[in-house]
């Protein structure tokens, strides 16, 4: 069954076209990656889903349907019972998962405080038990403030407290992107166990075909807010059919047998394909 | 080339055009001025508004239209003087003091505390009163409250500055440091000072104004706006357009500045967001 | 007089402590000869931006020497520093950052040809005096359009406002430029355009590279011989026909699993 399904989503930023006509579908259990570089409307597909569109953006047309139910025109109220619950994020910017003052223990009980109505022994227990699932050592974190933790634990926990009510749809927008190499592997792979414990579906957005290469099911490549490839990520890596999705996973200078020169197509201008 | 003043968008350009039009009619008061400011007449005295007397005579036969114009010469003339000096010496030690930083810095920032730590009017005040009456004493009590907040701005901007990359850079480039300073601070500190100084000038009006008025300022026979409602006081009931008049000038040219200010600021802000990208 | 032969930069021994005396650098020895490409990896925090730093000397050295040909750089005083360091250049992580918001590209670019008149390129002769047909030049070299000579830096992108930051860095002819993690900030379909670019110029004009990443892969594609940077040190250093052998340390083969997968 399909937990998230979009489409035909159309946005704009006035007459600038953001998101142009993306349909996409995920399945429980599934890991989607939504590949494209700064500019092609990911992170603004990501962020339509939960609610959190930026006021400058409208919606010209589409639906967004979570398990069959269109969330498309709700209201702030209803989004928010529905994010944490059914629909968690994880951002790059793992800082501000957490807020600086409060105790991680203290965020968790919180949080599952305002969406429960859990006894505090079981909300202590469940919490132990998910920082512990993170590979980080459970006791210690529940009492250490966000500063004491080092960016991977932080992205950790962080990656605990949008998983521990067992939503539905993780959302991760490049949550790697400001960690080492190593970290990422490890974060990557612990996103990856938690999928397969919980059966929730997972949409990873990244600018980076690496991250993705292991663990995603399907993939689809965004470029200027159109999906230019959309499939089975073996099918894609293998014989991709766009000549940007081919651009892509050339400019990945391979470690063996490595080449003097990198393939790299002039297919659009270069500025509205850069970050700034 | 006016006309390309008037139509063009850029921030500056405005100020230039303000200025221009200020000067302009500051310069030609010479021309303008229908009499003597200082030209006293017992015969014509506390005369009403009239063909003759634009705006009058005082209570000495003085006509009022000409001592306003004079006085406008004086005001904004001596406030611009006062800003000039303000920023010559906020400027640089800032630049200084920020760029340098270490114990410099410390030991520039304690003076500067110093400063901030008492009120502007005050300081004025005990200030230009130990020195004594006098507009040369005046100038020096407001130029030393005033410096301090240029310094500060300057600094602030170079602190952030000197971190980036760019800076690193202009020193691989083999520039020395007063060259850092004048090719790279410069430019960026131009814009916050200007917004800055823009919406001084008008409390440096008011303060001159005001210590004149108290009589710590220019002295009586001058036709200084805050010497004017001084003497102008007096004969309230009777005519009041003695102190109405200065006082409506140093309110319609308080008023322009601060929107001048405001506008700069305003435009300032949206390029940093563009600058920001 | 040290005996150099082929080698530009030679660092021995190097150590940076911080304010609190923890070490960023710990004793760190490299040589980069003539017309290579040093390659350096090390994930964030491991000391490499300092290390590039020092060897700027942008940072004053605790301990250890450096040797540009046959000048010792750190017995050099304050004062003739920005003589002694005309043969080295560099190009930083975020572009943005390391060109002034509020001066045009001519000027940006022109900078280090400004300040120093004495050095003449040979790839300027014919028009040594004309500054403009200078800066047009060097942009040509990195493939950018010469109308962006009035522009401001807002109005590129970034990967254009590295290809200017990387012709500033040649136009003064350096004998080493340092890149400090110079593709970090931009879209991969840029970076894979910027190491070309990068890879050309350093066939043409046969300039000596250091090239600093946490990205293994483009290290490697990059540089003939890598060294590996944990926590201050020099943990590993190969050749790129060693880079998969038994031989190499397991903090090398871990990051060797990542890039791989």
Same mark, same amino acid.
């Given at each position: 069954?399909?937990?998230?399904?979009?489409?035909?989503?159309?946005?704009?930023?006035?007459?600038?076209?953001?998101?142009?006509?993306?349909?996409?579908?995920?399945?429980?259990?599934?890991?989607?990656?939504?590949?494209?570089?700064?500019?092609?409307?990911?992170?603004?597909?990501?962020?339509?889903?939960?609610?959190?569109?930026?006021?400058?953006?409208?919606?010209?047309?589409?639906?967004?349907?979570?398990?069959?139910?269109?969330?498309?025109?709700?209201?702030?109220?209803?989004?928010?019972?529905?994010?944490?619950?059914?629909?968690?994020?994880?951002?790059?910017?793992?800082?501000?998962?957490?807020?600086?003052?409060?105790?991680?223990?203290?965020?968790?009980?919180?949080?599952?405080?305002?969406?429960?109505?859990?006894?505090?022994?079981?909300?202590?227990?469940?919490?132990?038990?998910?920082?512990?699932?993170?590979?980080?050592?459970?006791?210690?974190?529940?009492?250490?403030?966000?500063?004491?933790?080092?960016?991977?634990?932080?992205?950790?926990?962080?990656?605990?407290?949008?998983?521990?009510?067992?939503?539905?749809?993780?959302?991760?927008?490049?949550?790697?992107?400001?960690?080492?190499?190593?970290?990422?592997?490890?974060?990557?792979?612990?996103?990856?166990?938690?999928?397969?414990?919980?059966?929730? @579906?997972?949409?990873?957005?990244?600018?980076?075909?690496?991250?993705?290469?292991?663990?995603?099911?399907?993939?689809?490549?965004?470029?200027?807010?159109?999906?230019?490839?959309?499939?089975?990520?073996?099918?894609?890596?293998?014989?991709?059919?766009?000549?940007?999705?081919?651009?892509?996973?050339?400019?990945?200078?391979?470690?063996?047998?490595?080449?003097?020169?990198?393939?790299?197509?002039?297919?659009?201008?270069?500025?509205?394909?850069?970050?700034? | 080339?006016?006309?390309?003043?008037?139509?063009?968008?850029?921030?500056?350009?405005?100020?230039?055009?303000?200025?221009?039009?200020?000067?302009?009619?500051?310069?030609?008061?010479?021309?303008?001025?229908?009499?003597?400011?200082?030209?006293?007449?017992?015969?014509?005295?506390?005369?009403?508004?009239?063909?003759?007397?634009?705006?009058?005579?005082?209570?000495?036969?003085?006509?009022?239209?000409?001592?306003?114009?004079?006085?406008?010469?004086?005001?904004?003339?001596?406030?611009?003087?006062?800003?000039?000096?303000?920023?010559?010496?906020?400027?640089?030690?800032?630049?200084?003091?920020?760029?340098?930083?270490?114990?410099?810095?410390?030991?520039?920032?304690?003076?500067?505390?110093?400063?901030?730590?008492?009120?502007?009017?005050?300081?004025?005040?005990?200030?230009?009163?130990?020195?004594?009456?006098?507009?040369?004493?005046?100038?020096?009590?407001?130029?030393?409250?005033?410096?301090?907040?240029?310094?500060?701005?300057?600094?602030?901007?170079?602190?952030?500055?000197?971190?980036?990359?760019?800076?690193?850079?202009?020193?691989?480039?083999?520039?020395?440091?007063?060259?850092?300073?004048?090719?790279?601070?410069?430019?960026?500190?131009?814009?916050?000072?200007?917004?800055?100084?823009?919406?001084?000038?008008?409390?440096?009006?008011?303060?001159?104004?005001?210590?004149?008025?108290?009589?710590?300022?220019?002295?009586?026979?001058?036709?200084?706006?805050?010497?004017?409602?001084?003497?102008?006081?007096?004969?309230?009931?009777? @005519?009041?357009?003695?102190?109405?008049?200065?006082?409506?000038?140093?309110?319609?040219?308080?008023?322009?500045?601060?929107?001048?200010?405001?506008?700069?600021?305003?435009?300032?802000?949206?390029?940093?967001?563009?600058?920001?990208? | 007089?040290?005996?150099?032969?082929?080698?530009?930069?030679?660092?021995?021994?190097?150590?940076?402590?911080?304010?609190?005396?923890?070490?960023?650098?710990?004793?760190?020895?490299?040589?980069?000869?003539?017309?290579?490409?040093?390659?350096?990896?090390?994930?964030?925090?491991?000391?490499?931006?300092?290390?590039?730093?020092?060897?700027?000397?942008?940072?004053?050295?605790?301990?250890?020497?450096?040797?540009?040909?046959?000048?010792?750089?750190?017995?050099?005083?304050?004062?003739?520093?920005?003589?002694?360091?005309?043969?080295?250049?560099?190009?930083?992580?975020?572009?943005?950052?390391?060109?002034?918001?509020?001066?045009?590209?001519?000027?940006?670019?022109?900078?280090?040809?400004?300040?120093?008149?004495?050095?003449?390129?040979?790839?300027?002769?014919?028009?040594?005096?004309?500054?403009?047909?200078?800066?047009?030049?060097?942009?040509?070299?990195?493939?950018?359009?010469?109308?962006?000579?009035?522009?401001?830096?807002?109005?590129?992108?970034?990967?254009?406002?590295?290809?200017?930051?990387?012709?500033?860095?040649?136009?003064?002819?350096?004998?080493?430029?340092?890149?400090?993690?110079?593709?970090?900030?931009?879209?991969?379909?840029?970076?894979?355009?910027?190491?070309?670019?990068?890879?050309?110029?350093?066939?043409?004009?046969?300039?000596?590279?250091?090239?600093?990443?946490?990205?293994?892969?483009?290290?490697?594609?990059?540089?003939?011989?890598?060294?590996?940077?944990?926590?201050?040190?020099?943990?590993?250093?190969?050749?790129?026909?060693?880079?998969?052998?038994?031989?190499?340390?397991?903090?090398?083969?871990?990051?060797?699993?990542?890039?791989?997968?």
């Amino acid at each position: 069954m399909s937990v998230l399904k979009i489409e035909n989503l159309t946005i704009k930023k006035q007459e600038e076209t953001i998101v142009d006509n993306v349909c996409i579908d995920i399945k429980a259990g599934e890991w989607l990656a939504l590949v494209g570089e700064s500019g092609s409307g990911k992170s603004v597909t990501a962020t339509v889903i939960g609610g959190l569109l930026p006021k400058a953006l409208k919606i010209e047309s589409g639906n967004i349907l979570l398990e069959n139910q269109n969330i498309l025109n709700l209201n702030e109220r209803a989004f928010r019972k529905i994010r944490g619950k059914q629909i968690s994020y994880i951002f790059q910017d793992y800082q501000g998962a957490f807020s600086p003052f409060i105790k991680i223990g203290k965020q968790f009980d919180e949080m599952l405080a305002s969406h429960t109505t859990w006894k505090k022994r079981e909300r202590v227990e469940l919490t132990l038990h998910m920082l512990d699932s993170v590979n980080l050592s459970a006791q210690q974190v529940y009492n250490n403030y966000p500063f004491q933790l080092s960016g991977g634990q932080v992205q950790r926990a962080a990656i605990a407290i949008a998983t521990i009510l067992k939503p539905k749809l993780l959302i991760a927008d490049e949550p790697t992107t400001a960690l080492d190499s190593l970290t990422s592997l490890k974060v990557l792979e612990l996103i990856y166990n938690l999928k397969e414990q919980t059966g929730c @579906a997972v949409l990873f957005i990244t600018h980076d075909l690496r991250h993705v290469k292991k663990y995603a099911n399907n993939l689809s490549i965004m470029l200027r807010g159109k999906l230019v490839e959309y499939g089975d990520k073996k099918e894609i890596v293998e014989k991709p059919k766009h000549e940007y999705t081919k651009q892509l996973l050339s400019a990945i200078p391979p470690l063996r047998n490595s080449p003097t020169r990198l393939l790299t197509i002039n297919t659009e201008k270069e500025k509205e394909v850069t970050i700034v | 080339m006016i006309q390309t003043l008037l139509l063009s968008r850029n921030p500056y350009r405005v100020v230039i055009l303000v200025l221009l039009a200020l000067s302009v009619i500051l310069m030609t008061v010479p021309v303008l001025v229908p009499f003597d400011p200082n030209h006293v007449d017992m015969g014509n005295r506390l005369q009403p508004i009239s063909v003759e007397h634009l705006l009058g005579t005082d209570h000495l036969g003085r006509d009022l239209f000409s001592r306003i114009l004079v006085g406008a010469q004086t005001t904004v003339g001596t406030s611009i003087f006062v800003l000039s000096i303000a920023l010559l010496i906020g400027i640089p030690i800032g630049l200084i003091s920020g760029y340098i930083g270490g114990r410099i810095d410390r030991m520039m920032m304690r003076v500067v505390d110093a400063f901030l730590a008492f009120p502007d009017y005050l300081v004025a005040i005990v200030l230009s009163g130990l020195l004594g009456p006098g507009m040369i004493n005046l100038v020096i009590a407001i130029v030393t409250v005033k410096w301090v907040g240029y310094t500060r701005l300057v600094r602030s901007t170079v602190l952030s500055e000197k971190q980036k990359d760019y800076i690193a850079g202009a020193k691989i480039n083999g520039l020395s440091s007063f060259q850092i300073l004048l090719k790279h601070m410069i430019p960026h500190i131009l814009g916050n000072v200007m917004v800055l100084a823009t919406l001084d000038i008008g409390k440096i009006i008011l303060m001159i104004a005001a210590l004149s008025y108290i009589g710590l300022g220019a002295q009586p026979p001058s036709p200084e706006w805050g010497a004017m409602l001084n003497e102008g006081k007096s004969f309230f009931y009777n @005519a009041p357009q003695l102190m109405i008049i200065p006082g409506l000038s140093i309110m319609i040219i308080v008023f322009i500045f601060n929107l001048l200010g405001d506008y700069l600021r305003d435009r300032f802000d949206v390029k940093d967001q563009k600058g920001g990208l | 007089m040290k005996l150099v032969g082929n080698s530009i930069l030679t660092a021995k021994n190097i150590t940076k402590k911080y304010a609190c005396g923890h070490k960023a650098v710990d004793s760190i020895s490299l040589e980069i000869n003539k017309g290579e490409c040093l390659g350096l990896v090390g994930e964030s925090g491991c000391g490499k931006s300092t290390l590039a730093r020092c060897l700027l000397l942008l940072e004053r050295l605790d301990e250890g020497e450096i040797w540009l040909k046959e000048t010792p750089l750190h017995e050099v005083h304050r004062g003739t520093i920005r003589k002694a360091r005309k043969e080295i250049q560099a190009v930083f992580q975020n572009p943005t950052a390391s060109l002034n918001p509020k001066l045009k590209i001519m000027d940006s670019l022109m900078e280090a040809l400004d300040f120093q008149k004495d050095i003449q390129p040979c790839f300027f002769n014919g028009f040594q005096n004309d500054r403009l047909k200078k800066a047009e030049y060097l942009l040509d070299m990195v493939g950018i359009s010469k109308t962006y000579l009035h522009s401001y830096p807002h109005e590129l992108s970034g990967g254009q406002k590295q290809r200017v930051l990387i012709a500033r860095a040649l136009s003064i002819e350096p004998s080493l430029i340092i890149l400090d993690e110079p593709t970090a900030s931009l879209d991969v379909s840029i970076q894979a355009k910027i190491l070309n670019l990068l890879k050309d110029l350093q066939d043409q004009l046969g300039v000596s590279y250091l090239f600093i990443s946490h990205d293994l892969a483009a290290v490697n594609f990059m540089s003939n011989r890598m060294m590996v940077m944990q926590q201050g040190k020099i943990v590993d250093e190969c050749t790129k026909q060693d880079l998969f052998s038994d031989e190499r340390h397991t903090y090398t083969r871990q990051l060797l699993h990542v890039f791989e997968s």
